[in-house]
C-alpha cells in the first residue's frame, strides 16, 4: 500500500486481419528507453512460427500416442522411460528416427534425444517391470474410471463418446493379457480394478444404445 507502481504507455498496435490473413502493426510511438518497432517484428516473426510449427504440447501428445500403440509402459515417475515388449520393439527405430527429426527442425536450439537398450529377460527383471506395469496401468485405471463416472453423472447425451471410451477400457484389458504372457505370470492384483473397470464400460455401453435406439425411433 501507498507504494507507486509501474506506469504504462500503450506504443503500438498488433492486429491480424482474419480474412486476409494479415499480421500487422500501426500507431507506433517514439520512446527514448523502448524499441516498439522492434517487439512488433518479433511478434510478427513469433506469430508465423506459431501458425507452422508444432509445439511442444503438439509434440508430446504425437509421441505418447506413438508409444501407447507400442503397448509400452512407462518405468518412469519423473523422467520418460518407457518398457517396450518384445513384440513391438522394431518400430522403436521409427521413433527415434522422428525424435532425430524434430531435433534437426527444433526452432530452439535445444536437442532432443531417444535412447533404446535391451533388457536382460530374467525373473529379476520380470518381476521389476511386473511392479512397474502395475504401477502404470492402476494410474490409467485410475484415470479410465474419472471419465467414466463422469459420463455416467454428468448424463452425457454422445454415444460416440461413450462408445470411444469402451474401446478404450477393452484396448486396457487386452493389453494386460498381453504383459501376462510377456512377463510370464498372472496379474491378478488388477482383477479387482478391472472388475470395476469393466461395470463401468457395460454402463456406458447401454447408455449408448439406449440413446441411439431413441433417435432412431
Same mark, same amino acid.
Given at each position: 500500500?501507498?507504494?507507486?507502481?509501474?506506469?504504462?504507455?500503450?506504443? #503500438?498496435?498488433?492486429?491480424?486481419?482474419?480474412?486476409?490473413?494479415?499480421?500487422?502493426?500501426?500507431?507506433?510511438?517514439?520512446?527514448?528507453?523502448?524499441?516498439?518497432?522492434?517487439?512488433?517484428?518479433? #511478434?510478427?516473426?513469433?506469430?508465423?512460427?506459431?501458425?507452422?510449427? +508444432?509445439?511442444? %504440447?503438439?509434440?508430446?501428445?504425437?509421441?505418447?500416442?506413438?508409444?501407447?500403440?507400442?503397448? #509400452? /509402459?512407462?518405468?518412469?515417475?519423473?523422467?520418460?522411460?518407457?518398457?517396450?515388449?518384445?513384440?513391438?520393439?522394431?518400430?522403436?527405430?521409427?521413433?527415434? /528416427?522422428?525424435?532425430?527429426?524434430?531435433?534437426?527442425?527444433?526452432?530452439?536450439? /535445444?536437442?532432443?534425444?531417444?535412447?533404446?537398450? &535391451?533388457?536382460?529377460?530374467?525373473?529379476?527383471?520380470?518381476?521389476?517391470?511386473?511392479?512397474?506395469?502395475?504401477?502404470?496401468?492402476?494410474?490409467?485405471?485410475?484415470? &479410465?474410471?474419472? !471419465?467414466?463416472?463422469?459420463?455416467?453423472?454428468?448424463?452425457?447425451?454422445?454415444?460416440?463418446?461413450?462408445? !470411444?471410451?469402451?474401446?478404450?477400457?477393452?484396448?486396457?484389458?487386452? %493389453?494386460? !493379457?498381453?504383459?501376462?504372457?510377456?512377463?510370464?505370470?498372472?496379474?491378478?492384483?488388477?482383477?479387482?480394478?478391472?472388475?470395476?473397470? !469393466?461395470?463401468?464400460?457395460?454402463?456406458?455401453?447401454?447408455? +449408448?444404445?439406449?440413446?441411439?435406439?431413441?433417435? +432412431?425411433?
Amino acid at each position: 500500500m501507498n507504494q507507486r507502481t509501474n506506469q504504462y504507455e500503450k506504443l #503500438a498496435n498488433i492486429h491480424y486481419d482474419k480474412a486476409d490473413q494479415r499480421f500487422g502493426y500501426d500507431d507506433l510511438t517514439y520512446d527514448e528507453n523502448v524499441d516498439a518497432m522492434k517487439y512488433c517484428i518479433q #511478434a510478427e516473426q513469433l506469430f508465423e512460427l506459431y501458425q507452422t510449427c +508444432a509445439n511442444r %504440447k503438439q509434440i508430446e501428445t504425437i509421441c505418447l500416442k506413438f508409444l501407447r500403440s507400442l503397448d #509400452a /509402459t512407462k518405468v518412469s515417475v519423473n523422467g520418460h522411460l518407457y518398457f517396450v515388449p518384445r513384440h513391438t520393439m522394431e518400430q522403436v527405430v521409427v521413433f527415434e /528416427t522422428f525424435i532425430e527429426e524434430v531435433s534437426r527442425l527444433n526452432r530452439n536450439n /535445444t536437442p532432443l534425444f531417444a535412447n533404446s537398450f &535391451y533388457l536382460i529377460d530374467d525373473a529379476k527383471q520380470r518381476d521389476k517391470m511386473t511392479e512397474e506395469f502395475y504401477l502404470a496401468v492402476k494410474k490409467e485405471i485410475a484415470q &479410465y474410471q474419472e !471419465r467414466a463416472d463422469y459420463f455416467i453423472q454428468s448424463g452425457c447425451s454422445s454415444p460416440s463418446t461413450m462408445e !470411444r471410451w469402451g474401446v478404450k477400457i477393452q484396448t486396457l484389458e487386452e %493389453k494386460k !493379457r498381453r504383459y501376462e504372457n510377456i512377463l510370464r505370470r498372472e496379474l491378478s492384483g488388477l482383477d479387482e480394478e478391472f472388475e470395476s473397470l !469393466r461395470l463401468l464400460s457395460q454402463e456406458l455401453s447401454l447408455r +449408448a444404445r439406449g440413446i441411439r435406439s431413441r433417435k +432412431a425411433a
